[in-house]
């Protein structure tokens, strides 16, 4: 039956992400201006950013879908802008509004082919028809206009200047923008997601584009002093990883990703000011650098923990997937096997039974997301190789900017990741060109100056 509306499982998990991170930025914003006079228009702002992200959620119709993702993009614009005299934040929500318009287009498209193709506009329809029209022309156009609107809604590279400049904005916008909105690029694949399996090419698509940024952005992060910025970055980075997953068919690993990367955004930029505090003390306490034995020390134990799991449970289905929960236990067992003293088992003991509960809680939760989900694509086993090499080139660019900076092409390759790789000049230009101010074209004359002196 036609509706406009359709609420899943899936979208009731969505809906929810999305009220408890709602309730706490508009309380958050409550208490932080509590002094502004202007703070009844921020809140309207936000609560009907808030309300357009829910509408988007909920719709059925393609035309409904399209509308509200549209008024997300415009009411975003006004939050941005909340203080519009600062030209960093004026330059961010410039870029921001001329992406935006360009991905609603390219939606546009999306939305054309597929009712050109099954003659209704009814998302559930489409959706459950997706796998009968694979090979299609009309099919894959529309996966590829999506592929592209995932990452500019992701600031994938080249489109990722805005986001990395929107911390200029005040910090609840910064909060909903890294922990909700940018998520949207994710959501609509996962909504979409028969549509992207029935098209190999835009599954290749997505992932060399997604999975180079994610690489590069990830190094760039490693880069930065500024915690907002070193957050933004990174922003960038884990929700090009997402749609890496989405991109192999890991609709599962994607949402848990989703849900965690939300929490972890939303409370790290709301706790900015705290987290200052936490990385002076650490640097005053003196921390001891991981060496290389301890790298590999970690990487071991790790190691074991996985296979362990894969013995037990059979929950590795993807080699990307593997190495990537590889690295990412060793970061957490590294802390613990790079100090010898007299409380280091009890140390290593716990830090491995931590890890291994967190091991456990991964693949209950992919087991039961799969299940409510409900979607199933087969692996590409290519495309899961060339992400695996890729996290592998991430993991070992990483160790030698932190062990080896002294060699030439180490150093090369700082300088070229200290300036954002070179890749938000096109668009501040373009920017500046389509849409002129006398405080931004100063901004860019300081901008390159600051190049100019970084490159001597």
Excluded at 132 to 156: D, F, N, P, R, Y
Excluded at 377 to 387: C, E, G, M, Q, R
Aim: hydrophobic share 55%.
């Amino acid at each position: 039956m036609f509706s406009l509306f359709l609420v899943t499982p899936l979208k009731l998990m969505l809906l929810g992400l999305i009220a408890i991170l709602g309730i706490t930025i508009v309380r958050y914003s409550w208490v932080a201006f509590s002094g502004e006079s202007e703070r009844g228009r921020f809140l309207r702002a936000l609560l009907m950013t808030i309300t357009a992200v829910v509408v988007v959620i909920i719709s059925n119709h393609l035309l409904l879908f399209w509308a509200a993702w549209v008024s997300v993009s415009l009411c975003l614009h006004r939050l941005i802008l909340f203080y519009p005299q600062r030209p960093r934040a004026q330059l961010a929500a410039h870029k921001k509004f001329l992406l935006a318009r360009l991905s609603e287009l390219l939606l546009a498209g999306a939305f054309i082919a597929l009712y050109s193709q099954f003659h209704t506009a009814t998302i559930s329809e489409i959706v459950h028809r997706a796998s009968e029209s694979a090979g299609s022309v009309q099919l894959t156009i529309a996966a590829l206009l999506l592929s592209m609107v995932a990452l500019i809604k992701c600031a994938q590279l080249p489109v990722h200047g805005w986001l990395i400049q929107v911390v200029e904005a005040p910090t609840p916008v910064s909060a909903l923008l890294h922990a909700g909105i940018v998520n949207l690029g994710g959501i609509l694949l996962l909504f979409f997601s028969p549509v992207l399996a029935a098209s190999p090419a835009a599954c290749w698509f997505l992932v060399i584009l997604a999975g180079v940024s994610t690489t590069i952005t990830g190094l760039v992060s490693t880069t930065r002093i500024s915690i907002k910025v070193k957050l933004a970055w990174s922003t960038s980075s884990q929700m090009g990883l997402m749609l890496v997953e989405i991109g192999l068919g890991l609709y599962e690993m994607a949402l848990l990703h989703l849900f965690a990367h939300s929490f972890y955004k939303s409370f790290s930029f709301l706790n900015s000011g705290n987290t200052v505090n936490h990385y002076l003390a650490a640097k005053l306490a003196g921390g001891v650098k991981p060496r290389v034995r301890h790298w590999v020390l970690a990487l071991t134990f790790a190691l074991i923990l996985i296979s362990i799991a894969q013995w037990q449970f059979a929950m590795m289905t993807s080699l990307a997937a593997t190495v990537l929960i590889w690295f990412a236990l060793s970061a957490l067992v590294l802390p613990s096997v790079s100090r010898w003293d007299a409380g280091s088992l009890p140390r290593i003991a716990i830090t491995l039974a931590f890890a291994a509960g967190l091991l456990t809680l991964y693949t209950t939760a992919k087991h039961h997301l799969s299940t409510l989900v409900g979607m199933d694509a087969p692996l590409n086993i290519y495309a899961d190789s060339f992400v695996a090499l890729l996290f592998f080139s991430l993991f070992a660019l990483s160790i030698a900017l932190q062990y080896w900076p002294h060699i030439s092409w180490v150093k090369r390759l700082f300088i070229w990741l200290n300036a954002g790789a070179y890749l938000d000049e096109w668009a501040t230009r373009l920017t500046l060109k389509l849409w002129p101010s006398e405080s931004l074209i100063k901004l860019q004359n300081a901008q390159w100056q600051q190049v100019k002196t970084e490159a001597k």
